[in-house]
């Protein structure tokens, strides 16, 4: 392979890298949208259409100018909150997401390049030859990325599975402890990324030929971080859990409350018809010995003393 194929190698890995992530991205973004799960989005092909050209039409832009990744990063992570609107998704919401995305990208990287390492360094023959160097280059760096790809798309699948599985407390503080964890694995593997490589005395190196040891404390690093993040995405979770349960608990005891009113209510109202039966009874019985005794002024003015009562008690339950 000579300089020129190689050089084009570079650019067709790299516009192949730009589309599997923007096509991976849009995927992740995509079950969100509409806000909740019970509320389906309107058109989610245009919506994951406009996230795959986002993150594409930065990316290129990145590989022509060029720029640093970490800027093309930045423009992405910004962007997708500034166009919440058109997901139908929280701003918030957006912005995990997107750092979410890269930070697993980043810990997917570093992993794949360490366990790379470990290979090549066992199997790979060393070659003198331009050529052979070159493309010998070429099939370690294509290895590399697949397996950096397998191992990203299984993470974010794993995490966009957990994701779904229960809804966020995306409130108060709990954004900023949510997004704590993978910025800090994005400036881990930010770090870790830019001692990888050096050139010493004109000599090129790896950290990893002067460091051994960091070819399994950065695997292991970046599966703490992986770890911690769906660890505190799992609490977040069971804390909406036991919100919507204090919620409905709240709600049930409100409603025992009304129902417990209302059966007072209704005790009262039936104690109430067995006191006005039993006064009815008793004014039948005066009414029947008047009416015995044939005394009519007497049983006029009982008549008129039982008006003026059920005056005054209506209009007692008036003012009630």
Not at 51 to 68: N, R, W
């Amino acid at each position: 392979m000579n300089e020129a194929a190689f050089l084009a190698f570079e650019n067709i890995t790299a516009v192949m890298e730009t589309i599997l992530y923007g096509g991976s991205m849009a995927a992740f973004f995509s079950p969100f949208f509409g806000g909740t799960a019970s509320k389906k989005s309107q058109r989610p092909f245009e919506k994951m259409l406009l996230i795959f050209i986002i993150y594409c039409a930065v990316y290129f832009a990145g590989i022509a100018v060029p720029i640093y990744n970490w800027q093309c990063m930045t423009a992405v992570i910004l962007l997708l909150p500034a166009i919440h609107h058109i997901l139908e998704m929280e701003r918030k919401t957006a912005f995990f997401l997107a750092i979410l995305f890269f930070s697993i990208r980043g810990l997917s990287r570093l992993t794949a390049e360490s366990l790379y390492f470990i290979v090549n360094e066992r199997f790979v023959v060393v070659k003198k030859e331009l050529d052979a160097i070159l493309y010998g280059t070429a099939v370690n760096y294509t290895a590399t990325a697949l397996l950096q790809f397998a191992l990203f798309f299984f993470l974010l699948y794993l995490m966009g599975r957990r994701l779904r599985s229960a809804p966020l407390l995306l409130c108060g503080k709990a954004p900023i402890y949510l997004c704590l964890i993978p910025v800090v694995g994005i400036l881990f593997t930010s770090l870790i990324y830019a001692m990888l490589f050096h050139v010493k005395d004109g000599v090129p190196f790896q950290v990893y030929e002067q460091y051994p040891s960091f070819v399994v404390l950065v695997p292991c690093g970046a599966a703490l971080f992986y770890a911690g993040t769906l660890a505190a995405v799992l609490s977040c979770q069971e804390m909406a859990v036991l919100r919507e349960e204090r919620r409905a608990h709240f709600a049930a005891e409100l409603q025992i409350q009304a129902m417990q009113k209302q059966m007072a209510e209704s005790e009262q109202m039936y104690l109430g018809i067995r006191q006005l039966r039993h006064d009815i009874r008793n004014h039948i019985t005066n009414l029947k010995g008047l009416a015995q005794k044939k005394d009519a002024a007497e049983l006029e003015q009982y008549l008129s003393r039982m008006e003026e009562n059920l005056r005054d008690h209506t209009m007692k339950g008036d003012n009630q």
